[in-house]
């Protein structure tokens, strides 16, 4: 069996300070959790950045140097930068740190869809700031847009212009079928790496018939031109990334995608995110892979 590739997911657009005082958000706060679980066993770090004087998530190039440069510095990781950015951020907003970054690896979201969290984290009802309040009501307006035009713009920009290779976020089932038409057309090459996403509010719910689903539809669709990996959100990302690697595929975990380390503990850093599963995988006899090893399996420009 390949070894398993963990990505970790540091902090994310969607949660917000006043869910967790645990959440990175200043560059050195963001820096310093990246490290940390790259040495607790992450391959691969995905990265947002915020606005360090109240956490909004931000698209500033300017921001994300601030801690790029310092992680790069001291881990061999990978660095995984959104494209998918924020809650109403345009496309060219969101390209423009990666453009400026060109890193080895960047999210590519497989479609436009309603997007929320579900979980306790969204009934929050005291908060810090005024841009917090539509992260935690449901109901917003907002559309997280990623048309065919610009899935196919991000990697013209990114893939074929810097040698980026991608993480294509697969929310439901029709994002796998997005990405292979993108396949069909070439757009896109192997090895795909394909994050399938569970527990998302407006993608498909964390249910196991769902993940199994999941698989054996991009087995179908992709045969052996894929990397298979999973993260799901909230209180389903332990137990759903421990399935995705007793099943032979990847796991991605952090704060992004949960605030929580078990029931009714708050994670006090994504490290701990990190060594959780890490010990899971690795009392099933599963070996972690290092990012020299993920490089090689993701075929990445190192
Ligand atoms: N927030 C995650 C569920 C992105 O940054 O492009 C998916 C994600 C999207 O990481
Ligand atoms: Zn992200």
Redesign the pocket.
């Known amino acids: 069996m390949s070894k398993v590739i963990i990505s970790v997911?540091v902090t994310?657009?969607?949660h917000t300070p006043s869910m967790s005082d645990y959440l990175p958000i200043t560059p050195q706060e963001i820096a310093e959790q990246s490290i940390a679980a790259a040495e607790a066993g992450a391959a691969i770090i995905?990265l947002?950045a915020r606005d360090p004087q109240d956490g909004r998530p931000t698209p500033d190039p300017k921001v994300f140097m601030q801690f790029l440069p310092v992680i790069k510095q001291s881990t061999d990781a990978v660095i995984n930068i959104?494209?998918?950015?924020g809650l109403g951020m345009s496309v060219d907003e969101r390209l423009a740190a990666p453009l400026q970054a060109k890193p080895e690896m960047c999210?590519?979201?497989m479609g436009s869809m309603n997007f929320n969290i579900s979980g306790s984290a969204a009934r929050i009802k005291n908060f810090k700031y005024e841009w917090e309040r539509p992260y935690l009501e449901g109901t917003t307006g907002f559309i997280f847009r990623n048309t065919f035009k610009d899935i196919e713009q991000i990697v013209e920009r990114l893939g074929k212009g810097h040698g980026t290779r991608f993480e294509f976020?697969c929310?439901d089932v029709g994002h796998l079928y997005n990405l292979a038409h993108m396949l069909d057309r070439k757009v896109v090459e192997p090895p795909l790496f394909t994050?399938t996403?569970f527990g998302?509010l407006g993608g498909v719910g964390a249910e196991t018939r769902n993940l199994m689903f999941m698989k054996e539809t991009a087995d179908r669709l992709f045969g052996k031109d894929y990397v298979w990996s999973v993260?799901a959100?909230g209180r389903n990302q332990m137990p759903f990334t421990t399935m995705a690697g007793i099943l032979g595929g990847n796991v991605r975990v952090g704060l992004?995608?949960s605030l929580w380390l078990g029931k009714g503990v708050q994670a006090k850093s994504n490290a701990e995110q990190v060594a959780k599963i890490r010990r899971i995988l690795e009392e099933l006899s599963l070996e972690i892979a290092t990012p020299a090893e993920a490089r090689q399996i993701l075929a990445l420009k190192g």
Do not use: V
């Open positions: 997911a994310g657009a969607i995905h947002h959104t494209t998918g950015g999210s590519l979201n976020e929310y994050q996403i998302i993260l959100a992004e995608d």
